[in-house]
């Protein structure tokens, strides 16, 4: 039997998951821990370029690790640990920032969004982002990384890493690639129609996997629409097409094509759809979020986890890294022969 191929995905821990997180995510890891050798990871040194509180780090991880487990992540099949537990993560990221270059981290999409959106705190973690993501999936050497849209530049930016690092040292990194069961990236767009539903922004128009039903009534109640198509054949403005999107993912195929239906026929009532897609995200949400809410107060729980995910992610990384020293060149002695330590 082929060994399986190794999947690497993280989640920064700077606020509650929501809907975003799910399908872009965490969805797909949940439909590769049986098949696939899975890392998955809470990155909280990530979360430190933008949120470097340490009053609510210990908060915003454990909650992280609690609603990904009550989304359905299993931490026997999958590996799952918290990314400060590696510390030969951030060895391989300092090895690659000797190869990635100024000029192409800062055309980043994502480096330039956060630079606009803290200009006192432009610091070499923001530039440098993706060189920390390029070291958690490749010191797995990992091949296939579960998530949404918006991680796609930074995969490319892996790709680049990974080919430099191998046309240096000889062929030893997979050339990792974003992963959605051969489907487009996904992407969940803010109920507003400004952006991408987000953990730290535009909470308001955001669903977290912990909304209370009522909260979510009232937000999906106050999602952009408009009066409504006037001519049959309209094409659907984009917030209208990210309520459909929501609601293919929450309802019965045959509720979801009376709807286009409606719209087709310029007969759509956006009050009922937004009736009927809160209800059905209620049924989806409310199991996970007294779940979460469950595991989130059962903090030996949640370290055993942490251990045990850290002691196993820790033995594939320290694997990695030891070739990588000896690639490099750093073999001094007869003791480096095998990678031991001097
Ligand atoms: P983060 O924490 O912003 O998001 C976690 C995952 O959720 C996806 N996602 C979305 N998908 C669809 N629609 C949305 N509105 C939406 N918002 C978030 C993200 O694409 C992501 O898959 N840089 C990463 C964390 C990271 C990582 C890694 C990921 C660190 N190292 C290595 C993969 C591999 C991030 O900020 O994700």
Redesign the pocket.
């Known amino acids: 039997m082929s060994p399986k191929e190794i999947v690497?995905?993280?989640?920064?821990s700077?606020g509650k998951l929501?809907l975003?997180?799910y399908?872009?995510?965490i969805r797909n890891y949940v439909r590769m821990q049986q098949s696939h050798e899975c890392f998955f990871f809470v990155?909280d040194v990530?979360s430190l370029t933008t949120h470097p509180e340490a009053t609510s780090m210990q908060e915003n991880v454990f909650r992280i690790l609690s609603e990904c487990i009550a989304a359905g992540l299993d931490p026997d099949q999958a590996t799952l640990f918290v990314q400060s537990d590696l510390p030969q993560t951030l060895e391989l990221y300092a090895y690659l920032n000797m190869i990635a270059y100024k000029g192409e981290l800062e055309k980043t999409a994502s480096f330039k969004e956060k630079a606009r959106n803290q200009p006192d705190n432009v610091n070499a973690g923001l530039l440098t982002?993706p060189v920390?993501?390029a070291a958690?999936?490749l010191i797995h050497r990992g091949a296939l990384?579960?998530?949404?849209?918006?991680?796609e530049q930074?995969l490319e930016m892996t790709r680049n890493l990974a080919v430099r690092f191998n046309h240096k040292y000889g062929d030893f990194f997979p050339e990792p690639r974003a992963f959605n069961f051969g489907e487009p990236l996904?992407?969940?767009?803010s109920l507003d129609g400004s952006g991408?539903?987000?953990?730290s922004e535009n909470a308001l128009s955001t669903i977290f996997l912990s909304d209370p039903d009522d909260q979510i009534l009232k937000k999906v109640k106050k999602a952009m629409t408009d009066e409504g198509p006037q001519k049959p054949g309209t094409p659907m403005p984009p917030y209208i097409q990210n309520l459909f999107q929501l609601l293919e993912l929450f309802s019965e195929k045959t509720v979801v094509a009376a709807f286009r239906e409606d719209y087709d026929q310029c007969r759509i009532r956006y009050g009922d759809l937004k009736q009927q897609l809160a209800r059905d995200m209620t049924a989806f949400i409310g199991p996970i979020r007294e779940k979460a809410a469950a595991l989130q107060a059962d903090r030996p729980f949640l370290n055993r986890i942490m251990k045990q995910g850290a002691e196993k992610a820790g033995s594939s990384a320290g694997a990695t890294i030891r070739e990588v020293r000896r690639r490099i060149g750093f073999n001094y002695g007869p003791g480096d022969q095998d990678g031991s330590v001097r």
């Not at 996904?186 to 767009?189: A, F, M, R, T, W």
């Open positions: 690497v995905s993280g989640i920064r700077t929501h975003g997180n399908f872009g995510a990155a990530h982002y920390l993501m958690d999936i990384v579960p998530v949404g849209k918006d991680q930074h996904v992407k969940i767009g991408k539903m987000s953990k």
